[in-house]
């Protein structure tokens, strides 16, 4: 039962350099979100789905493109990376938005990024 | 004034001990309140889940929500080292609202 998988687990970049970071979700649910973790920011939402081929903006969604052509599968993309973008990446998916204990929210380990 | 707010710490305290956790918040619509422990270097997992306001226990753990004050705890008894963990605080409106609004969590360390 693997749950939320995100790869790569660690990535270094140059700056504007791209990458694609990928999250899969073997508990067929419906939403999907990107958040990014700093020190002293806590979690902070970059874009998220609520099913597939839908995408919509966070906090924080400059800079970054999202992509859900399959319903398991939500991809992050940096176009053109930045040192502001180091960061741990997490991917998390919920069975519903409509409140209730199906909301919660199940994350994967995390990708660690840097951008030099 | 921020939406949540939580002390981030750092909280040492020795083995056994009883742990408090808080959090406050401003948006009075919140009524789905939650707990997330993140250990070092792995993503956040659900701990605890409350609706409204009361206690709830599992096990060491008990969160307590009061509504009246915005203000929610997270009780640990017995604190082990295994529990020493970063602690994160969400909650949400329910309804049609997505977001998860968190705090940005307490460093919590339990000395053997």
């Known amino acids: 039962n693997a749950g939320v998988t995100q790869t790569p687990k660690f990535r270094v970049l140059k700056t504007g350099q791209s990458m694609t970071l990928l999250c899969a979700q073997d508990?067929?649910?419906?939403?999907m979100y990107w958040y990014r973790q700093d020190p002293g920011m806590g979690l902070r939402l970059i874009h998220y789905?609520?099913?597939?081929?839908?995408?919509a903006k966070g906090e924080v969604p400059d800079g970054y493109n999202v992509s859900r052509l399959k319903k398991q599968n939500f991809l992050l993309g940096l176009e053109s990376a930045a040192p502001s973008q180091t960061s741990v990446y997490f991917c998390a998916s919920s069975y519903s938005l409509a409140g209730g204990p199906q909301d919660i929210q199940y994350f994967g380990a995390g990708t660690r990024l840097s951008v030099l | 004034q921020k939406e949540v707010e939580q002390d981030p710490g750092p909280l040492s305290v020795p083995e056994g001990a009883i742990v408090s956790l808080n959090c406050t918040y401003s948006n009075s619509a919140f009524q789905y309140f939650m707990w997330y422990r993140q250990y070092s270097r792995k993503g956040p997992e659900l701990l605890m889940y409350?609706?409204?306001?009361g206690n709830k226990e599992d096990g060491r753990f008990t969160a307590q929500v009061d509504k009246s004050s915005k203000y929610i705890s997270l009780f640990i008894r017995d604190s082990q080292p295994s529990d020493s963990a970063t602690y994160l605080c969400a909650m949400n409106s329910g309804g049609s609202n997505y977001k998860l609004t968190f705090g940005k969590g307490t460093l919590l360390t339990v000395n053997p």
């Open positions: 409350t609706y409204s306001s």
């Open positions: 508990m067929n649910h419906e939403y």
């Open positions: 789905s609520v099913g597939e081929g839908t995408t």
